[in-house]
């Protein structure tokens, strides 16, 4: 008998978690709430607790040659990429360059040009 089992996860823009998933190639159906459901299955689905989305998955149906946590870690690691490159650039900064550190970590340096706008008044005689 199989049973799902409900992780927490700090993922709260599903904007965010979708892009994260399509960087990955995991594919993911979005059904009619807003939870992703991850295999046709349903045994591994994002679902949308009302604060934060939460990891079901089914450990019995878990057939990846990777652990649960290092899918939810490379998961944290794009989502946390997503958010800082959107959200930057509501500020006018521009990702520049992206470095892998160990597994799990990323460095990445951004870039913002401050525009300097001459205007030149003229005279009408």
């Known amino acids: ?25 995991i594919p993911n159906f979005k059904s009619n709430s807003n939870d992703l459901i991850l295999s046709k299955s349903n045994d591994t689905s994002f679902n949308w607790n009302g604060q934060f989305f939460e990891l079901n998955v089914d450990y019995d149906y878990w057939n990846q040659p990777y652990s649960v946590n290092h899918f939810l870690s490379r998961i944290k690691t794009e989502y946390a990429t997503e958010s800082l490159i959107v959200e930057s650039n509501q500020y006018g900064f521009t990702p520049i360059q992206f470095e892998n550190n160990c597994p799990g970590h990323r460095t990445v340096t951004l870039q913002r040009w401050k525009e300097v706008v001459y205007l030149h008044n003229q005279r009408s005689y």
């Open 1 to 25: 008998m199989s049973h799902l089992t409900k992780m927490k996860t700090g993922f709260k823009n599903r904007l965010y978690l979708e892009r994260s998933l399509d960087k990955l190639k």
